[in-house]
């Protein structure tokens, strides 16, 4: 049920990308204390992008997720902030992350939802 999309300016070389993903879902998994099974994770790379206006090295993150506890939203952005700065070579002021808390009712999966 969790779901992170990465998009980030930073071309990510192709044989780097599927360790950076599951890298991503145990950190998702680990943060939130959710089964990784149902950790989806997304990366586009060298999306065309402007931050303050520049295109300095920068990544936007999205994170939805059932139940995502909006009093721990400053620690998940740590989180995922070092994570991201860490993997791509990005100072933690050029990346974004929009969060998201989705109702059951509104998270489909195998014909049915939550």
Do not use: H
């Amino acid at each position: 049920m969790p779901y992170l999309l990465i998009q980030t300016n930073r071309p990510v070389a192709e044989n780097d990308r599927a360790e950076l993903l599951a890298a991503a879902s145990r950190t998702v998994a680990e943060a939130l204390g959710k089964p990784e099974r149902y950790v989806m994770v997304a990366l586009q790379d060298a999306v065309p992008m402007c931050f303050a206006g520049d295109d300095a090295p920068l990544a936007y993150l999205e994170l939805k997720s059932i139940g995502l506890p909006e009093a721990r939203t400053a620690e998940l952005s740590a989180v995922l902030c070092d994570f991201i700065a860490e993997r791509l070579d990005l100072a933690p002021e050029r990346i974004y992350i929009e969060f998201s808390d989705a109702p059951r009712a509104f998270w489909g999966w195998n014909r049915g939802t939550f």
